[in-house]
């Protein structure tokens, strides 16, 4: 039963519940800000000419199949790195590492997570780029590969974080039921640890390629910027222009109004989409699951 | 812990408040605000302006930033800075989008630039004609022994879309200033954010090719030297050869104002028309508006 | 049952159990080597005159303090936004929301907002603060557009924490007599403090490293003062990096890396008490 509430706890109350709903009001203000400034290009512009292979917005050519295809590309080449060491890190740290290393190890990871991507960039194009050109004998090393590389920096930690909390989580009966029936540690990790942490090792996943996805300035400064249409492996290899280091490197010069400024915010109206995606798949396939919220957002 | 916490603030907001009274002075609350914005090409070149104008007089302060020829011109369309940069000229669309904001762009020429186009140091190369320049960018070349030199894949390196370097080079060098002309930039040309960027690319990798004002290009590169027409001598970018018009690719600096300028951004025009300003012009580079 | 008691198993779990230290070992030597090399190669600029003096001779000397308060002011700004609501907002998730299709509706509005691009952010704040609500590049267009970006990760961490809460703390308040609110001011916020301030603090220092946000929203390249008002853009730390990095002709590189260091230092230093915190309100925790 509760005491009858005093005109102060009344409005805090109110306060908190409005700022509850605060979120979603944020979501929609940015989607309807993305679409009342974006929506305007496809009125502006033919759909078949957004969706040609070359943009060169100072002589109208707006197609963004480019940019679409090199943002795939340098998070599929992240994704392929930072997938397999990212789990194979939670689960060295989960399952493997003794117990004093698991405390140095989780917080050097969560580190890692809060190296700014400048950062990452400027040793990118310092250090990392001339390396890969050297070494693979390409013929520049601003490449995707090279934007690959900082991205699974990027997305590992964030993979790493939600994985281990997902292996952590499995209940040391699992694993004791499986050493009893005389299955190695590893033979368990694989046949029944991971597998019981499935959706959260997922999660995790997701959640580090949706950052690498809308990762800025560390591909900007290291993939070179050519507006290629990246669909062969080997464009790996090759310098391609990222939809998000292409809206940072334009934004500043358009005109606000012009057809060049609301093709900008559609690129950032489909960027927007492609990560509530992402965000809608995760969180059905881990629906019931309870999410570390620190880890998720390292 | 939350005391802790609360001092480290209020320790920062004092240092903050330190920092910044001594770096001004009294007067510097009405003192006149300049804002300055837009071409890279030209962004050092009005830091240096800003800095020497400013030890002079105390009562101005000036800021400088970049961003492109094509974001200052923006600003000043859009009504957020005194004067807009640019390394090329207005363009039609941009006046009548300035003309429907109420702006009036009024035109200064500040210096003179060359654009100079550069390889790296271990690059055999060191002449080619506009055409040749302009081949190689838009896609018809792709190796270096196509030009005369080794047996390499050519790295073409390009200023962003928003630069006026990057229009500048496109109207003369790959149109080879017909306006008709619609040639591109080859699909898989580096277009990097920055002057700077080109500049340590071609250091290092002996395969690229670049273009950048002259004012960026440090004595460690090479310069190629360029002839009109094939035929034509091979000329070397330098102040002289751009007041005597043999080199091939130099252009205008600009400095565009809402109006015609009035009060403190007027004497900072006035001063950056005058000897002493110039003279600064030389030292980073570039060459003197005659 | 046969394939588990396979002959090679135990080495097969040599073999992976090495591969996977490896794999870890490769991805933490990355991290300790790039913090080690900037350290290295940024240590000799580290000075007092760098630390607290102004650019000179186009920013290739003198030192970064614009940019240092440039980034306090940031992330003070973001704090002063994001803080209280963030913290409220995981006040009603944790005590007040029920399970319904609202709340879940919320939750997914968070998870959104964490997965919106930087540049994204920074794209929304130009159209929003800078240009509908004419604030113009200014701390406070910066400030209100990395606070929106802060916000789940406050939420998320501050939730966390007040769920983390045993309930007997909550029935024993109420059984004597005070009221939700009384119960969640005095007791259940009192500790969850250290669970929030982590989050707070790990929130704002992504911020504070942040540049896409701030790039059209309030950074400056040059301003020859420390800014006065929020109205005011300034110089920042990571976008300062940015621009002597890749923008300025001849700049030694000593001061790239310098600046990169002060950057790193200011963001791990956060991390750190961050960790601090944590462990520390682990081991005093009395349930």
């Known amino acids: ?298 | 812990m939350k005391r802790a916490s609360i001092f480290f603030l209020i320790f920062s907001f004092i240092l903050a408040s330190c920092g910044s009274s001594n770096n001004s002075s009294a007067s510097d609350f009405t003192a006149a605000y300049i804002e300055n914005k837009g071409s890279d090409t030209i962004v050092n070149l009005a830091l240096a302006w800003a800095e020497k104008y400013q030890s002079g007089h105390s009562d101005v302060r000036i800021s400088v930033t970049g961003g492109g020829s094509g974001t200052g011109i923006a600003a000043l369309i859009n009504g957020t800075v005194d004067i807009a940069n640019a390394s090329r000229k207005i363009k039609e669309e941009e006046l009548t989008e300035a003309k429907s904001n109420g702006v009036d762009p009024i035109e200064f020429v500040i210096a003179r630039d060359a654009i100079a186009v550069i390889v790296n140091p271990e690059n055999p190369v060191d002449k080619l004609t506009l055409q040749q320049i302009s081949d190689i960018y838009s896609g018809k070349f792709a190796n270096w022994k196509e030009v005369g030199g080794e047996d390499r894949p050519i790295v073409r390196l390009s200023r962003e879309t928003n630069s006026g370097t990057h229009v500048y080079f496109l109207e003369t060098v790959l149109r080879l200033g017909d306006k008709k002309d619609k040639t591109l930039f080859s699909m898989d040309t580096l277009l990097l954010p920055s002057s700077e960027g080109i500049v340590s690319e071609v250091r290092q990798n002996p395969n690229a090719l670049g273009y950048d004002g002259l004012g960026y290009v440090p004595k460690d590169l090479k310069m190629v030297a360029i002839a009109k027409e094939a035929g034509g001598a091979y000329v070397l970018p330098s102040i002289a050869t751009v007041n005597d018009k043999s080199y091939a690719i130099a252009r205008d600096l600009y400095m565009y104002t809402n109006g015609q300028p009035t009060g403190a951004v007027k004497d900072y025009l006035d001063w950056i028309i005058s000897p002493e300003a110039q003279a600064i012009v030389a030292e980073l580079g570039f060459v003197p508006a005659k | 049952m046969k394939r588990i008691f396979s002959p090679n198993r135990h080495l097969v779990e040599r073999i992976g159990f090495t591969g996977i230290t490896l794999m870890a070992l490769a991805t933490v030597l990355p991290i300790i080597g790039t913090v080690t090399y900037i350290l290295w190669k940024g240590g000799s600029a580290i000075s007092p005159e760098f630390l607290t003096g102004f650019p000179h001779d186009g920013m290739r000397a003198g030192g970064i303090l614009p940019a240092i308060i440039g980034t306090l002011y940031l992330t003070i700004g973001t704090a002063i936004f994001s803080v209280p609501l963030g913290i409220a907002a995981a006040i009603y998730l944790a005590e007040y929301a029920a399970d319904t299709r609202l709340t879940r509706l919320i939750r997914l509005a968070i998870i959104n907002l964490a997965g919106i691009p930087s540049v994204v952010y920074g794209l929304f704040g130009l159209g929003l603060f800078v240009l509908f609500l004419k604030f113009g590049t200014s701390i406070l267009a910066a400030s209100l557009t990395l606070s929106i970006m802060t916000l789940p990760v406050i939420i998320s961490t501050a939730e966390e924490s007040l769920r983390s809460v045993p309930q007997a703390f909550r029935t024993v308040s109420i059984s004597l007599g005070a009221t939700r609110w009384q119960t969640i001011r005095r007791i259940v916020l009192k500790e969850a403090l250290p669970g929030i301030l982590t989050g707070v603090i790990l929130g704002l220092e992504r911020a504070a490293g942040e540049t896409a946000p701030i790039l059209f929203t309030g950074a400056a390249f040059f301003l020859p003062r420390l800014p006065h008002s929020p109205f005011d853009a300034t110089m920042a730390l990571p976008y300062h990096l940015f621009v002597i990095s890749t923008q300025v002709p001849e700049m030694p590189i000593q001061i790239q890396y310098g600046t990169a260091l002060v950057l790193l230092a200011f963001v791990l230093t956060m991390n750190l008490i961050a960790t601090v915190i944590r462990s520390r309100a682990r081991a005093r925790r009395q349930w």
């Open chain 1, 1 to 298: 039963m509760e005491k009858s509430l005093t005109w102060y706890e009344f409005v805090i109350t109110r306060a908190i519940k409005a700022s509850g709903y605060s979120a979603i009001v944020f979501v929609a203000l940015i989607f309807f800000f993305l679409l009342r400034e974006g929506l305007p290009a496809l009125g502006e512009v033919e759909l078949t000419s957004l969706l040609s292979v070359r943009w060169y917005p100072i002589e109208n050519y707006f197609g963004i199949l480019p940019l679409l295809t090199g943002s795939l590309i340098v998070t599929l080449g992240a994704g392929l790195i930072a997938v397999p060491f990212g789990i194979g890190t939670a689960v060295y740290i989960s399952e493997i590492a003794p117990r004093w290393m698991r405390e140095i190890l989780k917080p050097l990871v969560e580190l890692l997570g809060g190296l700014p991507s400048v950062v990452l960039g400027f040793l990118g194009i310092l250090v990392l780029s001339p390396y890969l050109r050297v070494f693979l004998g390409l013929p520049t090393g601003l490449t995707a590969l090279a934007g690959s590389l900082l991205l699974a920096g990027i997305a590992v930690p964030t993979v790493v974080s939600v994985a281990e909390d997902a292996l952590d989580a499995v209940p040391r009966a699992y694993r004791e039921g499986a050493w009893a029936l005389g299955a190695t540690r590893w033979q368990t990790i694989w046949r029944v640890t991971l597998p019981a942490a499935r959706s959260g090792v997922l999660t995790g996943v997701m959640l580090g390629v949706g950052r690498a996805i809308g990762e800025t300035m560390a591909v900007m400064m290291v993939t070179g910027n050519a507006p290629v249409l990246a669909v062969k492996l080997g464009s790996l290899f090759s310098p391609v222009r990222t939809m998000t280091a292409t809206i940072a490197a334009e934004m500043g010069e358009v005109a606000s109004g012009s057809t060049h400024y609301h093709v900008l915010f559609f690129i950032g109206l489909v960027l927007f989409m492609i990560s509530l995606a992402v965000n809608i798949i995760a969180s059905s396939v881990v629906f019931r699951t309870k999410k570390r919220a620190e880890r998720i957002l390292s």
